[in-house]
């Protein structure tokens, strides 16, 4: 499935940003995942949904400022970025599981977009 994310940038910590990932075809049985890689650091974690949206996971880090949602019908995922951190700063990654569910680990993910850069100046 190949996947396309869109809508990082440059913005003041506190400040909002939503990522949007695009599916050339049909995403609606996989499950989908956002993950970050800051310089020097290996790919983390941030949010994962299933393929209906009924499960939702966060990376303790961002729970409670990221929101994660899939629109099936557009083949698209978002990621809305709120009360951003400098520490958030990161290339930021969607992927897709072959299978309905969530996950955590990188090596659950098939199907990798090419990334997104998001800064977050303090």
């Known amino acids: 499935v190949p996947l396309q994310a869109f809508g990082g940038g440059l913005v003041q910590a506190g400040g909002s940003l939503r990522l949007s990932c695009e599916a050339s075809r049909r995403i609606g049985n996989y499950g989908m995942g956002w993950f970050r890689q800051a310089p020097g650091k290996e790919r983390e974690f941030v949010s994962t949904?299933?393929?209906?949206?009924?499960?939702?996971r966060y990376a303790d880090s961002v729970k409670g400022r990221f929101t994660i949602s899939r629109d099936n019908a557009k083949n698209t995922v978002c990621l809305q970025m709120n009360s951003l951190k400098p520490e958030d700063t990161a290339v930021y990654y969607c992927a897709a599981i072959p299978d309905s569910g969530t996950a955590y680990s990188t090596a659950r993910y098939a199907y990798w977009g090419q990334g997104t850069q998001v800064t977050v100046s303090s």
């Open positions: 949904i299933s393929w209906i949206g009924g499960t939702t």
